[in-house]
T-cell receptor, first 111, second 114 residues
Framework: GQQVMQIPQYQHVQEGEDFTTYCNSS?????IQWYKQRPGGHPVFLIQ?????EVKKQKRLTFQFGEAKKNSSLHITATQTTDVGTYFC???????????FGAGTRLFVKA | EAGVAQSPRYKIIEKRQSVAFWCNPI?????LYWYQQILGQGPKLLIQ????????DSQLPKDRFSAERLKGVDSTLKIQPAKLEDSAVYLC????????????FGDGTRLSIL
């Protein structure tokens, strides 16, 4: 069945350093969604990418969807302590009704 | 708009007991999801409803878990009997109708099995 893998599992950075998490699917996706879950909180939707090669930015966050629509990345420039949490990618299957979550990348930011 | 409401926030029971969780989705959201999130892992879909019909329940342990959404709005998820490995956060999410719509999550119910 469809699988969505995320790496790294966790990352420790110094405040001001950059951070990237990668998401890979075993099958071609119809879209990719990214969510953030703060410690003790629930996942919150960040963004959705639909087109092959699409790049979207939200302030210091840059999201990319691969040309083959099988991988994606989230890059944070100059991390801040408010970026702490777990970032999940969620891939939509080509059938259109199923979304599979990756295991997430937990980000720790040291001030 | 009001968010997804879930209750209770916390529940502690002994193994072999039963437990039920309740979810009220965002008004107008036809699709409702129940997820199980074990500590340190991503959310695992248990069941997905569109209105009051089941779209996907392939990962629901049907020998002990059941869920319903009788009027296409509120939903309940039940576990009977509970096992130690059911300790997790149970998240409810809802979305607008349509393929791969962004999901809005509730605060979840943290279940501990003793």
């Amino acid at each position: 069945g469809q699988q969505v893998m995320q790496i790294p599992q966790y990352q420790h950075v110094q405040e001001g350093e950059d951070f990237t998490t990668y998401c890979n699917s075993s099958t071609t996706l119809s879209n990719i969604q990214w969510y953030k879950q703060r410690p003790g909180g629930h996942p919150v939707f960040l963004i959705q990418l639909v087109k092959s090669g699409e790049v979207k930015k939200q302030k210091r966050l840059t999201f990319q969807f691969g040309e083959a629509k099988k991988n994606s990345s989230l890059h944070i420039t100059a991390t801040q302590t408010t970026d702490v949490g777990t970032y999940f990618c969620a891939g939509g299957n080509t059938g259109g009704f199923k979304t599979i979550f990756g295991a997430g990348t937990r980000l720790f930011v040291k001030a | 708009e009001a968010g997804v409401a879930q209750s209770p926030r916390y529940k502690i029971i002994e193994k072999r007991q039963s437990v039920a969780f309740w979810c009220n989705p965002i008004s107008g959201h036809a699709t409702l999801y129940w997820y199980q999130q074990i500590l340190g892992q991503g959310p695992k879909l248990l069941i997905q409803f569109q209105n009051n019909g089941v779209v996907d329940d392939s990962q629901l342990p049907k020998d002990r878990f059941s869920a319903e959404r009788l009027k296409g709005v509120d939903s309940t998820l039940k576990i009977q009997p509970a096992k130690l490995e059911d300790s997790a956060v149970y998240l409810c999410a809802s979305s607008r109708i349509g393929s791969n719509q962004p999901q809005h999550f509730g605060d979840g119910t943290r279940l501990s099995i003793l």
